[in-house]
């Protein structure tokens, strides 16, 4: 006798961006939880965009989707909107992602659709669902998006800081009123959720990111091409600061006692600050289709990250590899492993340095790191668990 199907529920996500490719770590966090989720719901998936999607693009994600929308953000109405928030107060980010027509098609498509749920990513996007109240609704803020805003103000050019405090403060005042809409909260960290002001602030559920089995899983043998590493999106502000202060900072420092020593700064959109650190010791590689060559062929991941908020999924992919990292507390915070055991923390140039040092001339040291850092994300850090957790959530 065969069994019937199992029954899904009908979930509906919203998102800021189209999730791949993985150049971003909300894209990253949302195509792996689309994953998850997929096996437990059936995902009606909605995405904004500002800029062209590929067929190829579309065919990673339309598996793991019942029905799958992109909008494309009008440049016209993107402008508006974002000068139109200095008179309603709304966070710039809200305002950019926001648009009526959306919201029309949207609205309309859950009023023929009627969800079980609906699942929300960050809160740029809330504006589309936040009023809609026929089932229950499920917020994912990722970070404290208020926080990280007032931490780039401090490092801001001076005729930017004026933009960084105003969207902090909006962002403040937003984040703890948009929760009242939704039935279920979750952040990416302890940290995180300690930023954000709001009476329910104990019900908000910690949720951290995973990390590939793909990255546990590489065999491949991969000769030792760098020195140094550091990975991200490269047009991204904290990225920006933590590769000119690795370059300009610690190299010439580290050269004195290396001569020749080399450095990869590997990932998407290099601002043109960072293109110009290329050098002959110095690759800036731009976009890479598999970042785990990369990795492998380092010797020790540096991240001196100053800035910022989250949790930096770089640092969990090189210690799921097994190299040793060396970053700061700020980034740290997030992922919580134990420094001189599973991570060496840093804060100054002459201790990123001194780190650098010690791991080169410490093998003992270097084969200790690089051992429990890979036992601690194996053990803390899959998307199976991950997922578990904000299918839990999601039901309630």
């Known amino acids: 006798m065969t069994s019937s199907p199992k029954y899904k529920q009908k979930l509906l996500v919203v998102l800021s961006r189209f999730p791949y490719p993985l150049e971003k770590g909300d894209k990253l966090r949302a ?5 998850g989720l997929s096996e437990e719901f059936d995902l009606h998936v909605f995405c904004t965009t500002d800029c062209e999607v590929s067929p190829a693009d579309l065919e990673k994600i339309r598996p793991y989707c019942k029905e799958l929308k992109v909008f494309r953000l009008k440049k016209g109405l993107i402008l508006l909107n974002v000068l139109g928030a200095f008179i309603t107060g709304k966070p710039f980010q809200v305002a950019y992602f926001y648009q009526r027509w959306i919201a029309r098609k949207i609205r309309q498509r859950m009023e023929e659709l009627r969800p079980d749920h609906i699942f929300c990513q960050l809160v740029r996007v809330s504006e589309y669902v936040k009023n809609y109240h026929s089932c229950p609704k499920t917020i ?55 930023y954000i002001i709001h ?67 590997v990932g998407a959109t290099p601002a ?18 598999d970042m785990r060559p990369y990795y492998a062929g380092a010797e020790i991941f540096i991240a001196p990250m100053f800035s910022g908020s989250g949790m930096q999924n770089k640092i969990l ?14 980034a740290n915070n997030a992922v919580l492993a134990k420094d001189g055991e599973e991570i060496i923390l840093a804060e100054t140039e002459a ?3 001194a780190a650098v040092k010690s791991l080169k001339s410490d093998p ?25 957790k904000l299918v839990e959530v999601i039901r309630g």
């Not at 195509?31 to 994953?35: M, S, V, W």
């Not at 103000?153 to 403060?169: H, I, N, T, V």
């Not at 270097?366 to 998307?383: C, D, G, L, P, Q």
Request: aromatic share 12%; proline share 4%; glycine share 4%.
């Open 317 to 330: 992919e090189a210690m799921a590899m097994g190299i040793p990292c060396i970053t700061t507390r700020l």
């Open 199 to 265: 009476p329910k602030n104990s019900s908000i559920r910690v949720i951290p990111n995973g990390v590939g089995e793909r990255f546990f899983n590489f065999k491949e043998q991969t000769a030792k091409t760098c020195d140094l590493i550091f990975t991200g999106n490269m047009s991204y502000a904290p990225n920006v600061q933590a590769s000119q202060f690795l370059v300009k900072k610690l190299l010439p420092v580290l050269e004195k006692d290396y001569p020749g020593i080399r450095t990869d700064l």
């Open 351 to 353: 201790e990123m340095c």
């Open 140 to 194: 994912d803020l990722m970070d404290a998006l208020s926080k990280g805003m007032e931490r780039r103000a401090q490092d801001a050019p001076f005729y930017m800081k004026w933009f960084f405090r105003e969207e902090s403060a909006r962002l403040k005042r937003y984040e703890s009123k948009v929760l009242d809409y939704f039935e279920h909260t979750v952040i990416i960290s302890g940290q995180d959720k300690r």
């Open 272 to 289: 043109p600050s960072v293109k110009s650190l290329t050098s002959s010791r110095v690759r800036v590689t731009g976009w890479v289709d």
């Open 31 to 35: 195509y792996y939880q689309l994953i």
């Open 364 to 388: 003992e040291l270097y084969a200790k790191i690089a051992h429990n850092a890979r036992e601690f994300v194996s053990s803390r850090y899959n998307w199976k668990a991950m997922n578990g």
